[in-house]
T-cell receptor
Framework: DSGVTQTPKHLITATGQRVTLRCSPRSGDLSVYWYQQSLDQGLQFLIQ???????AKGNILERFSAQQFPDLHSELNLSSLELGDSALYFC?????????????FGDGTRLSIL | GESVGLHLPTLSVQEGDNSIINCAYSNSASDYFIWYKQESGKGPQFIIDIRSNMDKRQGQRVTVLLNKTVKHLSLQIAATQPGDSAVYFC???????????FGTGTSLTVIP
């Protein structure tokens, strides 16, 4: 158990809809990262937060947004969903946003767009 | 550009044998690397890490070797067990802010 909790585990919705994925980092970790993993693809970095503030952006679409709250949990919002958004979405956390620290992952949310 | 890639997408080994999973990286400035294991339905699980000032690091049944000259990373698993069957990723910390680039993974299958 990594200590990172993601909900829900599965999400099925239709095109055009909007969903919110939730992540609670490991106790004591201040930095949260979101990744997308499509079939046969590696982990694609989306966005990073550190202590409530956006730290870095990766390949995140404009239809997607995220935030980190004062209690350090984070939410990833996906809107105007398309079939291609079907994927596993992982959250990871690390102690701080400093370099050379391991990231610990949750078990992900599987998003299926019908 | 930067890339983290694996030489073999799939690897099958006999139970009890040693496994070696390889990874090539392209950025010589990368100074921290992690191996992750991902089982079906689970998130990536931290196995072992290594910093660029080291050539070798050992854990429980696992060893990571770093060859900076040829920009190559390997994960050795001793006495491979059925529970080791999973996809293994190498990750490279290249950018500031603890951002990692992940390879596409190698699928390890252990034959009983």
């Amino acid at each position: 158990d990594s200590g990172v909790t993601q909900t829900p585990k599965h999400l099925i919705t239709a095109t055009g809809q909007r969903v919110t994925l939730r992540c609670s980092p490991r106790s004591g970790d201040l930095s949260v990262y979101w990744y997308q993993q499509s079939l046969d693809q590696g982990l694609q970095f989306l966005i990073q937060y550190y202590n409530g503030e956006e730290r870095a952006k990766g390949n995140i679409l404009e239809r997607f947004s995220a935030q980190q709250f004062p209690d350090l949990h984070s939410e990833l919002n996906l809107s105007s969903l398309e079939l291609g958004d079907s994927a596993l979405y992982f959250c990871a956390s690390s102690l701080s946003g400093q370099d050379n620290q391991p990231q610990h992952f949750g078990d992900g949310t599987r998003l299926s767009i019908l | 550009g930067e890339s983290v890639g694996l030489h073999l997408p799939t690897l099958s080994v006999q139970e009890g044998d040693n496994s070696i999973i390889n990874c090539a990286y392209s950025n010589s400035a990368s100074d921290y690397f992690i191996w992750y294991k991902q089982e079906s339905g689970k998130g990536p699980q931290f196995i072992i890490d290594i910093r660029s000032n080291m050539d070798k690091r050992q854990g429980q049944r696992v060893t990571v070797l770093l060859n900076k000259t040829v920009k190559h990373l390997s994960l050795q698993i001793a006495a491979t067990q059925p529970g080791d069957s999973a996809v293994y990723f190498c990750a490279e910390n290249m950018w500031s802010g603890n951002q990692f680039y992940f390879g596409t993974g190698t699928s390890l299958t252990v034959i009983p």
